[in-house]
């Protein structure tokens, strides 16, 4: 099992996010992360969908996409090819006296920081999906009230 | 002024522009039901009634099977005509059926209005929801303009390639509305040369196919599509090769032919089955290893190097590794195949199949065919057909011990010959897919054959072969069970039969009610004159032949066995 990432060049019309996710259900794998939006070329989406899953059956699912009339490329990478982003938002329950140790700590993660109100503070983060992770795991001491990750965003190096 | 008439030159409504589409793509038959959300379109063909016949089925289900029995025959996408909701969902199985089996369809629906899409309105289904995985491409046309592109479109993506099933949601407004109408056959933006074969592909399928000391050749639907049959005879008589066919293949190679070695799979010939565990080589053209061909996969033709000729790239490599993937259609990839390939012998080889042959012949077929005592058998009824009818009927085939009973005992002279349904296996496919191709191939002698079971899902077809006045000949093997599953809780669910066995009407009077001859047999002295008069009569014909009650299809590949684990009882 590893982490594969597929990129999707389709056609930006209704229901090919249907059909493309169709094909990973009816092989029961799970999709863990997925981003679409337009490209640079107008009128074409660019799906990003992260799965955990075997070569071999990944690059099965991969022909089947392919036969999409509505997509017109797939490439299949490891997550350790692509150059990848994806944005947390988190909102973190933080009295007003304690919110300067947390803005510093926040330098530390690399996060930017914003006050809420006086009780509520968020941070957010773009990076790797490990990263993000970390950051998670830094602020295991705080009280978490919201946590929220983006769709990943991957380029080819 | 009279609705749908032209106001100027162009403008037409959509409904019209449907119409003038179809003909545009060469379209002459609809199969339909009509309703509500589609009675524009309905309106729009009475006025084309000249150009497009339309057959009125008597349940949408009917319409898709004859549309699948009508392209089947001519190569020509089917086209279904029917209404929003009940009406549309009703042509799921048979849309299903055709995606499954690489059939080209064009199924047109009716949608509600587009302002009430969303709003459970009156029969509203979302119909392009529900048909996403079975269908090739579908489209939901809300206006009126978009009517001509997507119509070429649609017939384009359910011919090219491997064929299928393609679904257009027509809302009534697009329906009503006027648009400028002009047609252009949809060209795609650029033939995809990636997968094309260079001829070191065909150099080194080439090498292994002479040197191999067991070749095999395996001949699917694909073979039929591609009409590649003089193609396979020339590569198989160059080399050799003996040669298998597939359900879907059958027809496609001379049964007559020396190197023709019978069918594979679950309840194909003792010796095909067995050889693919010997074979050094196969070349399979146009089929994709299903699960009733290959049996258990750890144990499938493990001493061979595959060749795989198959237009589709999806399945390369999707059930068995190949070691010479051909991304191609038959035709073109044998044709370009042939000139590498040196004249071989392998009389040995052969013979291995022929000494399984004598053991079938023995085991089974002697007795399925030929028995002395006790009821009709299904071989028998099917092998006395095959030889009154001189193997020339195009057979259209039910599901069940019967189909397989037909698929084995039935000789195929010509091509073309042979009409099931395989990938889905839908019951009660036989009828109404018996007068699609009637309607395709009329100068044939059609005949079904069907179970007493299957005959029942879909017999409110005898209605349209009656109005229609279709001379499609009906074979009813009836064994009072639903024999296949009664086959698989005798052998392997310890003779439990759970739910089995059917009481069924009197399929005679039914014949009758609907004006349709009919006759039924249980003696064997009967058979046949039975079966010379379904073929002799000039209109339709339903002949019942009563069948032994419990009789099982052997060969028998058991589910989940290797094939070489194939049971002769």
Redo the contacts between chains.
Sequence with gaps: MNDYTLLVLTYNVP?VL??IS?IFT?RKVNIENLHVSETKMIGMSRFTIVVKSDKELV??IV??I??I?EVKEVLLHTTEELIHREVALIKVAVKQQDHQKLEDKSIQLDAKFTVVNDNEVTLEKCSTSDEITKMYKELSDYKIVEFIRSGRVALLF | MEKNTIVNTNCISGATAVMQSLVEEGVDIIFGYPGGAIMPIYDALYDYKEKIRHILVRHEQGASHAAEGYARVTGKAGVCLVTSGPGATNLVTGIADAMIDSIPLVCITGQVSSKLLGTDAFQETDI??IT??IT???YQITDAKEIPAIMARAFH?ATEGRPGPVLIDITKNAQIEFMEFSYEKFKPEKIDNANKPDIEIFKNAGQLINEAKRPYIFAGHGVLISHAEKELIDLAEKADIPVACTLHGLSSFPQDHQLYMGMLGMHGNYGTNLMTAEADVIIAVGMRFDDRVTGDLKHFAKKAKIIHIEI???E???IVKADVPIISDAKTALQNLLPHIAAASHSEWKQKFRDCDAQEMDKVIKNEVFPETGKIKMGEAINLFAEISQGQSLVVADVGQHQMMAARYYKFKTKDSWVTSGGLGTMGFALPAAFGCKIAAPDRNVVAIIGDGGFQMTLQELGTIAQEKLPVKIMILNNHYLGMVRQWQELFFDNRYSFVHMESPDFIKLADAYGIAGLRVSDRKDLKSGIKKMLDCKDAFLLEVVVEKEHNVFPMVPAGAAVSAIRLE
């Design positions: 229901g249907h059909r169709s009816r690059e099965k022909s089947q392919r036969k009339i | 392009i929801g996403i995985p090739k491409w579908n993506y589709d790239p999806a390369i490599h999707k």
